[in-house]
């Protein structure tokens, strides 16, 4: 399988931009993030959870609030401006608030 975004890692700052920003193959920039929170919904919706169920990660699999702050901070460096927060139901999340916060003070990412 062909890898079509390339990350590139920081170089040494005195030089060159310390994170060049995230561009595929045909030279597209991605300024646009979004991060899953949970896979956890409160609703059945048809189109979305089959009849059976699903089996969610338990809680402790999950990214921590520090370790998405820190993804966050980093797709910021490398020229993300937006940032969606996605699940499941992202609003199941006791530290939505922290986040959205979190991504809104941070600079370069539009509110």
Do not use: W
Request: proline fraction near 6%; include cysteine; charged fraction near 25%.
């Amino acid at each position: 399988m062909e890898n079509t975004t390339h990350i590139h890692a920081p170089v040494d700052r005195g030089l060159l931009p310390a994170n060049p920003p995230i561009v595929d193959r045909f030279g597209r920039t991605f300024n646009y993030l979004r991060i899953a929170l949970n896979e956890q919904c409160n609703l059945r919706c048809i189109y979305c959870m089959p009849e059976e169920g699903i089996n969610f990660r338990s809680e402790d699999k999950l990214l921590t609030t520090k370790e998405i702050f820190r993804i966050i901070q980093i797709a910021a460096e490398m020229g993300v401006s937006k940032i969606r927060f996605t699940g499941g139901e992202p609003l199941l999340r006791k530290d939505l608030p922290k986040l959205i916060q979190y991504a809104n003070q941070t600079k370069g990412v539009e509110s």
